[in-house]
Each structure stands twice: as C-alpha cells, then as structure tokens.
C-alpha cells in the first residue's frame, strides 16, 4: 500500500506562544521523505519548550548566527549540533522577530520502523536482530538519527514535502498530558516546559512513579 503524507498543519499553527505550540505537538504526526522517495513517520509524544531573550536556557538568549532561524515566522525546522556528536531537530514557533522554539524530544514510530533502524544502526535492534521500536526515537538525538536530519534542513519548512507536520491524533486531552520541568540542560532548570503524553512507552526518560 502506497503511503501518502496527509495534508500539514495550518501555518496559524505555529504562530502562537512557544508553551501552547509546545503542548499542542504532542499527537500530531511529524513526517520526512528521504532523498530517495521514501516516508518515514512518527507521533509526536514529548516536547520541550526554549523562550526568548528571558530563557537562559534558550539558544535565543543571545541572538547569534546559529541561533537566528529562531527569530523567524513559526513553522520552519531548527537543526542544532550538539557535545559534538548529535543533531536536534526543534520547531520554531511565535511570530517573526519573537523567538521560540520547541525541541522534539521523542517519537512513537509509525511508518518504515525498519528504515528507522537502518539510520539508527545496531542500537536499535533487539536481542535477536529484530527492531526495538522504543530504541528508535526515544530522545531527540535518536529522533534526529532515525529520520536522517542534519543541518541541512536547518529552515526547512515544517509544512513541506520533505518534513511535514500533520494532525494525527491532536488535540490530546488534558488528562493525558503531563508537563515536568525541563531535561538534560544546566540552565534554568526549574522551568516547566516538558510536556509528555502520559502513558507513552516511547519517552526519552520515563515518569517518575508515584
């Protein structure tokens, strides 16, 4: 059967404030065609909001080169390289000249998980050979190696042939989110602006039990 990717979000969408876009993402489906025709395609179910000048912890908290895409109309993909090793792949949101971005922190995959794990090599495969589904785009770096983005599609349009994002199964009930302070950084770590779909098995870092 023939994949198709359904039809974007509206570019409204993303011009809105960064928490809102960020909570929003989660259930919506975020699509990349590869060089060579093919579609691979996942849900979205963790998301991480970064502010503007205010947020220490946002590369927008000094307008650099790198962190320029980021004062530009929502809707466009942020790639960063980071400790040298990874990319992140982030949706700039707000209006022009009011940075945001969200960093897409993990996947449940959906279309061509084999493909997925071909990217993301052996750390990705089970015991006997076969897909760990929960090892392909559980953190943003995996997220990044299992659909092929690089920082050639730093600026690519989020509503594109080449990444898209879809409505899937969005907007999620309140009861089915939960949002935590932020991971994995040093700065301005007290900030609630994680938001996670509650009982996903595809988390970068489980939620704590209760």
């Known amino acids: 059967m023939t994949v198709r990717m359904p039809p974007p979000l509206p570019a409204a969408f993303f011009c809105r404030p960064t928490a809102e876009v960020a909570r929003d993402l989660l259930g919506t489906d975020l699509w990349r065609r ?104 559980s953190g943003p770096a995996r997220l990044a190696q299992a659909l092929a983005v690089d920082r050639t599609l730093n600026g690519a349009d989020l509503r594109g042939e080449i990444l898209r994002l879809t409505r899937g199964t969005s907007p999620l009930p309140d009861p089915a989110v939960v949002v935590t302070p932020r991971i994995g950084i040093r700065r301005a770590t007290e900030r609630y602006a994680r938001y996670v779909v509650a009982d996903s098995p595809f988390l970068s870092r489980p939620l704590p039990r209760h």
């Open 34 to 137: 590869l060089p060579d025709g093919a579609l691979l395609s996942g849900r979205i179910v963790e998301t991480e909001a970064y502010f503007g000048p205010d947020d220490e912890a946002s590369h927008a908290f000094r307008r650099t080169p790198r962190s320029e895409v980021m004062y530009g109309p929502g809707g466009r993909a942020y790639v960063y390289f980071t400790y040298g090793m990874h990319f992140c792949l982030n949706v700039v949101c707000g209006r022009q000249g009011k940075p945001g971005a969200v960093l897409l922190r993990a996947l449940e995959p959906r279309v061509d998980l084999e493909r997925m794990a071909a990217l993301r090599g052996p750390a990705a495969r089970d015991g006997r050979g076969g897909v760990d589904s929960r090892k392909l785009c």
